[in-house]
Structure formats: C-alpha cells, structure tokens
C-alpha cells in the first residue's frame, strides 16, 4: 500500500467512521435509537408470509436480528471494505462461531502459533473432540505453512496481525498467495491490534477479518462485542449459526459500540502516536533490556509492517532488567497507567503477561510457550504522552532502586 493510498483510505475511514450504516433514523434524530426489544410484531398472515418468503426485509425475532446492532454492522462491513460483518457477544464469540461455521469433523485447520491463547485452545482442544485436526506453524514460515495444507482437508488459516504481545506483523499477502495455490481453503485473519484503520486483511487477500470490539472499535472498556467481517454469503452462514448458537449482542451494547466507532480513526491516531514515542523512550532506558514494537526498526517485522500498516497500534511490549519481581515494582509504581487485562481503550493499561495470563504455569512452562518473566505489555492511551512517559520513569525508576539494593 503506497503512503498516498493510506493516506486516502485514512480520510476515507474518517467519514465511514461517523456516516456509514443507515442514514434515516427515528424521529429524524441526527443518533440512532437504541431497540430494546426481543420480539416484534407482524401486522398480518400475509406480511409474515412475504417476510418468509424473502420478499419483505425486516426483523423477526431478538435472536436472528436487530434494527440497532445491524445498523452497527453495517457501519463496521463498510470500515472493514466488506461486503457485510456479523456482531457477537464477544471477540470468542466471533472466532468460535466462525470456526464452527466452516468446519466439519474430518476437516484440517492451520494456524500460526502466535494466534490468540483462546483461539488455540478452542481449536486444539474442542474441535479436536469434534472430528477436526489442527497443525501450528511458526509465524513466517511460508514453507511450513504450504508443507501443513493437506489437499481435499484443510479448509481454514488462521492468523493474527499484530500479535499479543510481541506484535509480529504477518504478510497477509503471502498467506493469501499460499491459501489461493489450494482450493476450498479460507484465510482467517485476527486484526484486532490493528483495527481497520491500521490494516486492511480484506484488500490483502484474506476472506475473513476478525475483531474483538471489546477493544479499539469501542475503544473505551465498557462493552463486550464481537465481529467479523468478509464476503456476503460467508458473513450470512456465520449470521445463520449466531442464531442457533446464541452468542448475539445486545442492542445497548451495539450503541456504545457505533457511538465508540465514530471517533475511532481519531483515537488511533493518538494510540499510533503515543505508542511510538514511548516505544523510542522506552529503547533508550537503561532499565529496559528490549521493546516490542513494529514501529521500531529492531522489531523483526519493521519491513512488513511498513509495508501492510498504516500505523503501528497502541500496543509496546517491553522486557524490564531484573525479571518478574522488577516487572511487577514497575507496575505497581505507575500511577497513570492502571493493571488491567485489557487493552485498546483511551486509558493507559498495564500488566504482566506472566502473571495476568498464565499465572497457573511456572516459569519454565511459560517460557517453552515464548512468555518470558520480564515482559510487560502496555496499552498506550490517549493522553498526554509526556504524562505517560513520567508515569513509566517513576516506574522504572522504583524497579532499578529496588534491584540495586
């Protein structure tokens, strides 16, 4: 993507963010209303023949549709650059119903082994019981990848762009090129690091983009949601699946979620911005032993983020000399930047991936999965990045103090 194509789809987002979903609303309210209902009328035996009969579009029942939450994934098909997207109760709820809408005992699934914990849980434990295998491939490996496909069987890819927590970048591009040498096989891509404003999967060839909304499309840590977004007729199998398995969103929730994308082309500007400079003060600390991040030219994947981003996310993983105990008196001392699992919100959240995630395992169990003791992920925020910086050297700095003693 050249600089002057991202710039245009930048602007581009900006209107989508604020106008794209229905243009009319009740009343002729300038916000959409928020339909707090389960069940809706039909006004005869005739209408509700016509609506069976796919001559009338209109909402039958609280599970299968919503005025307010298909408004929201309207909004959402038209940032993604889909032809449609289908909202979920949770980003889990979107990866699970997804998967179990493609997948069939006896098939074959690919997935880079820095996808989500979640994700591969769900694939190599339940799926498994379910008839359906699963091979993990190293991010970046392409040779790997193309030897795992099995003609006739694999029927999905899936990857995430930027990763947690070390944010490697994946070439969409290049796991497109391996998915198209292979009939009947899907590209799923996990983009919620990147958000549509930073990435685009669908323009590099994937067929399904993913998102927990929970995240940067809320973007302020007050919702629980979902979503995926591709070509019409996938989107409708998954929508279909939705209804039998439940995991719908609720309509108030789908408000602060369109009301949150409305300024989210804004809010990532600032995560982008952020990040980066507390990233570049961050490589420079004597107290760090390495950072994290693709904006960075020591980060692996520098070359195909600049290539594939359009911003570098909200997101730096950093190493603290002095392993977990130091990592956990850094944390502690900050006083902006609060411990929280989460991330993608305009508040500053911080935590050990060491003890928030994998708590359970020793330290050895964790490092042969790749999380070191000394890590710490930070969801840059929105504000002052001065404030954000004197916040991490008060905690470095109670980090080095006490090591030193």
């Known amino acids: 993507m050249t600089q002057q194509t991202k710039k245009q789809t930048q602007q581009n ?8 979903g229905p243009r009319k609303h009740a009343h002729d309210a300038v916000t959409p209303a928020v339909s707090l ?42 940032l993604d650059g889909a032809q449609d997207s289908a909202l979920f109760a949770s980003g889990m709820a979107a990866v699970t119903t997804s998967l179990l809408a493609v997948l069939k005992a006896g098939d074959h699934a690919v997935l880079t082994s820095d996808c989500y914990r979640r994700t591969r849980q769900f694939v190599g434990s339940f799926l498994h019981k379910l008839g359906i295998e699963s091979t993990l491939v190293e991010p970046g490996d392409f040779a790997a990848l193309a030897a795992a496909i099995r003609p ?35 590209l799923f891509i ?44 996938l989107v409708q199998a998954i929508r279909d ?3 039998v398995l439940g995991g719908v969103l609720d309509p108030h929730s789908a408000y602060l979620l369109g009301r949150g994308l409305k300024t989210l082309t804004l ?15 961050l490589e420079g600390q004597p107290g760090v032993q390495r950072v994290w991040y693709p904006g960075l030219e020591s980060h692996p994947d520098h070359k195909t983020a600049r290539e594939q981003l359009s911003g570098f996310g909200g ?50 169990q964790r490092l042969a999965i790749g999380i070191k003791d000394e890590l710490v992920r930070l969801s ?10 004197a916040d991490l050297q008060r905690g470095l700095a109670a980090a080095q103090l006490k090591e030193a003693a």
């Open 37 to 78: 209902t389960s069940t809706y009328t039909f006004e005869s035996t005739k209408e509700l023949c016509a609506y069976f009969d796919g001559d009338l579009e209109r909402e039958e029942y609280g599970r299968y549709g919503n005025p307010t939450v298909r408004g929201v994934e309207q909004k959402l098909a038209a």
């Open 190 to 233: 996990d983009s919620t690091f990147a958000t549509p404003v930073n990435q685009r999967p669908l323009e590099l060839g994937a067929d399904l983009v993913l998102h927990s909304a929970t995240k940067y499309l809320g973007g302020h840590n007050d919702l629980l949601a979902g979503c995926v977004s591709g070509r019409a007729g």
């Open 315 to 364: 997101v730096v993983t950093f190493e603290v000399k002095g392993g977990l105990a130091a990592g956990s008196r850094l944390v502690d001392a900050c006083r902006l930047a609060r411990i929280a699992p989460s991330l993608g919100g305009v508040e500053t959240l911080i935590e050990q991936p060491a003890l928030m995630s994998f708590y359970e395992l020793t330290t050895e």
């Open 241 to 243: 699946l939705r209804g």
């Open 152 to 186: 006739g069987k694999t029927k999905v890819i899936v990857s995430e762009s930027p990763t947690n927590p070390y944010l490697r970048v994946a070439d969409v591009r290049r796991l497109a090129e391996v998915k198209d040498a292979h009939k009947g096989v899907l």
């Open 267 to 281: 809010r990532v500007k600032a995560h982008n911005e952020n990040a980066l400079t507390v990233a570049r003060w």
């Open 13 to 20: 987002l900006s209107t989508l963010a604020v106008h794209a």
């Open 380 to 389: 840059v925020g929105i504000e002052d990045v001065n404030d954000i910086i």
